[in-house]
């Protein structure tokens, strides 16, 4: 990797095939998975740890390019809540997926989805741009079957806003979901407000 000129135009418009070769190994015989060694590659190029590989049980596979496939269950992101004045601590759950799809050697780009205890499946995506890693990009989240506001910085720093559809589905300032040197699948969770016990929150349709 350390020959590839990662800056020329021309690596744009090569995928990942052309490096590896037509033919890629499946290891162990079984057609669509992945050679450990090219998962490996996959992983290291967008800088996923190994904490997160494992624990995410990830797998790889060919999915017009190539593909990576992670799990994470049963997350919880604790959050003090303060509606009665005892600083209680709450905690927003859920379940992650997460998809990383490589289909050019310039670009990977990222999808993941939140099933939360609260909230319907919220999802957002943005692009890993493996030459230039400082460059602002955008991003795009959904809540339910609606789309929601997304910006994000050149430090992977994402703020998402679904209050079209529900007042708290909001991120109170940006979180960074870069998965560059990330130990914790938490960090892929959207921190939402917890609602309050009986509260029922809109499930991704438009308000009237």
Do not use: H
């Amino acid at each position: 990797m350390s020959v590839i000129q990662w800056n020329n135009p021309d690596m744009i418009t090569r995928s990942w095939t052309d490096l590896i070769g037509e033919n890629i190994d499946v290891g162990d015989g079984v057609s669509g998975i992945i050679s450990f060694g090219v998962c490996k590659l996959m992983s290291q190029v967008v800088k996923l740890t190994d904490e997160l590989v494992i624990g995410g049980s990830c797998t790889c596979d060919e999915n017009d390019g190539l593909a990576m496939s992670c799990e994470f269950f049963d997350l919880c992101i604790d959050q003090v809540v303060d509606v009665d004045g005892t600083g209680n601590n709450n905690a927003l759950c859920g379940s992650v997926s997460m998809n990383l799809t490589f289909k050019s050697l310039a670009q990977g780009d990222a999808n993941i989805c939140i099933a939360y205890s609260d909230y319907p499946e919220t999802c957002y995506s943005y692009p890993i741009l493996v030459a230039d890693q400082s460059t602002p990009r955008e991003c795009g989240a959904t809540y339910g079957e609606g789309n929601c506001r997304c910006t994000m910085d050149e430090n992977f720093c994402m703020s998402v806003d679904c209050t079209d559809f529900e007042p708290l589905a909001l991120t109170d300032k940006c979180q960074v979901v870069s998965l560059n040197g990330a130990l914790q699948p938490e960090r892929l969770m959207l921190e939402f407000k917890v609602p309050e016990q009986g509260t029922i929150v809109n499930d991704g349709s438009m308000t009237s």
